[in-house]
């Protein structure tokens, strides 16, 4: 007498061949636009106000018409100059 034993079919996953495509097509795009589209020139991307930025680059400024001014020589210093005052210990491990 023979043993007759079915094996069960495994079923096909649809999720599972659904996930694999849509991680490969994630990679594929991704790898895509990452390297290979065409990157927008800084004239699409740039705001508005940029340009008002090209317009304060072209004003000149001459130092010596402010310096030799009324207004700059009528200002006064309230403070001394900056001087090097006491800067830590000569040997920071020495207990105090």
Same mark, same amino acid.
């Given at each position: 007498?023979?043993?007759?034993?079915?094996?069960?079919?495994?079923?096909?996953?649809?999720?599972?061949?659904f996930?694999?495509?849509?991680?490969?097509?994630?990679?594929?795009?991704?790898?895509?636009?990452?390297?290979?589209?065409?990157?927008?020139?800084?004239?699409?991307?740039?705001?508005?106000?940029?340009?008002?930025?090209?317009? $304060?680059?072209?004003? =000149?400024?001459? #130092? @010596?018409?402010? *310096?030799?001014? /009324?207004?700059?020589?009528? $200002?006064?210093?309230? =403070?001394?100059l #900056? @001087?090097?005052? *006491?800067?830590? /210990?000569?040997?920071p491990?020495?207990?105090?």
């Open positions: 007498m023979a043993i007759v034993i079915e094996q069960n079919k495994k079923k096909f996953s649809w999720f599972g061949i996930t694999i495509i849509f991680f490969v097509m994630l990679i594929l795009f991704g790898g895509y636009f990452l390297f290979f589209a065409p990157t927008p020139g800084i004239e699409v991307v740039a705001p508005s106000g940029l340009k008002s930025a090209v317009d $304060l680059s072209k004003i =000149t400024f001459d #130092p @010596s018409s402010v *310096v030799n001014s /009324r207004q700059f020589k009528s $200002l006064k210093i309230y =403070t001394g #900056p @001087s090097v005052g *006491v800067i830590g /210990r000569s040997n491990f020495v207990p105090l």
